[in-house]
């Protein structure tokens, strides 16, 4: 456990934190006047690593050489010239500290952070995080990684092992009721594709392209089609010969594993891959996702394995591992009235999946294989593809 002070004068900031995986949306803007919620679960931290915040520069400002040293194998509009390692926590874990007025600027119905710390120690004044909270960014404070240091307060509680994470009750459904600012009616709401799923779609997308090849990819009947397959039969030629995906991971069939790509969930508390040799350990917070090489090939050859895993967050993975069966249907006779009445089905959402094209392009301008011609074409041609629904 850990608490942040304040750099300037040592002034304790936030409450008593434990470290968890950075969340793939966790720069996600989702959508035009959405609410979205608190970002982080109380009681926890995580790092950004890469740098984040203003100043930013153009991708023409930036010499050739750089982007590749920083880990960017594509053009991107903007680089951040802010420091690494932002720390961003729930609002509600924050202590001591105040807004600074000047600098409360938003795009449209709050906070976004953009003109830098609009929070300062309340004790010395030094600003100190970001509080975010303007329509479609999740609600978050980021702490600023020069303004504040980190002190241990007790013990670290060891990550739990893949089975132990199987016994609890972390998933995260594949729709959701969505808010949204509505003018004079008020708050408006319908029912959404989770914008979590489409978060983790978009990272996971980036590397079955990379990892494929341009190679069709097939992934498995249901709600795994539904997620991948529309955009896979967009972005990659038809016909055989083609690369199988299949969903692995704790309490999956050791079958699935043969696969020539694996959809695998990452630890939410380390980060780590899950990978067949970790199905009865604890996870180490070693693992890194990586991506396939870049590259055409005339035919399927075996995937390496450190190259085919593709990462899904945990309650991700799960929902499409395990799936909950779908409500009784009703029979002329009713039998299943009182239990429809009881627990109604949720409803749908009223469009097909779409992916989320930032976190998409986030992924894969970091993924070496963007460097391959047919991937940086796709990146150019987002418009069309969000255009045709597939984003």
Not at 79 to 106: C, M, N, Q
Not at 223 to 229: G, M, N, S
Not at 306 to 328: H, I, K, Q, T
Not at 353 to 362: A, E, K, L
Request: proline content about 14%.
């Amino acid at each position: 456990m850990f608490v942040f002070a304040c750099a300037g004068c040592g002034a304790r900031l936030t409450s008593p934190l434990s470290r968890v995986a950075l969340p793939v949306h966790a720069h996600q803007k989702y959508g035009n006047g959405i609410q979205l919620p608190v970002l982080m679960e109380p009681g926890t931290f995580a790092v950004e690593t890469e740098p984040s915040g203003p100043p930013w520069r153009r991708w023409e400002e930036i010499d050739p050489d750089e982007p590749a040293a920083r880990g960017i194998h594509a053009p991107v509009e903007f680089l951040s010239d802010g420091p690494p390692g932002a720390v961003v926590i729930a609002p509600g874990d924050v202590r001591a500290t105040r807004l600074i007025p000047e600098k409360a600027g938003g795009y449209c119905c709050g906070l976004d952070g953009a003109d830098g710390p609009n929070m300062a120690c309340e004790a010395c004044g030094l600003p100190v995080a970001s509080r975010i909270d303007d329509c479609s960014l999740w609600q978050a404070v980021w702490l600023a990684p020069n303004a504040v240091h980190r002190r241990r307060v007790g013990d670290d509680v060891p990550p739990l092992s893949w089975s132990e994470l199987m016994e609890t009750p972390l998933i995260t459904p594949p729709s959701e009721p969505i808010a949204a600012w509505g003018g004079r009616a008020g708050t408006t709401h319908w029912w959404s594709w989770s914008p979590q799923w489409e978060a983790a779609a978009g990272r996971a997308l980036a590397h079955l392209l990379a990892a494929s090849e341009r190679r069709p990819v097939a992934v498995p009947d249901g709600p795994t089609a539904e997620v991948f397959r529309r955009a896979l039969d967009a972005l990659l030629p038809a016909g055989p010969p083609e690369l199988r995906a299949a969903l692995a991971g704790p309490g999956r069939p050791a079958a699935d594993t043969d696969a020539d790509l694996l959809l695998v969930p990452v630890h939410p508390q380390t980060g780590e891959l899950w990978t067949p040799l970790s199905e009865n350990g604890r996870s180490s917070g070693t693992g890194t996702p990586r991506s396939g090489s870049s590259g055409a090939a005339a035919a399927p050859t075996p995937v390496a394995p450190a190259d085919r895993s593709v990462p899904l967050p945990f309650g991700v993975w799960r929902w499409l591992a395990f799936p909950e069966p779908s409500p009784p249907v009703p029979t002329s006779s009713g039998g299943h009235a009182e239990l429809l009445r009881d627990y109604p089905p949720e409803p749908r959402p009223l469009h097909p999946f779409r992916i989320d094209s930032g976190v998409f392009r986030h992924t894969l301008v970091r993924l070496p294989a963007a460097r391959s011609p047919w991937l940086r074409e796709i990146l150019a041609d987002l418009i069309h593809h969000m255009r045709t629904g597939v984003f």
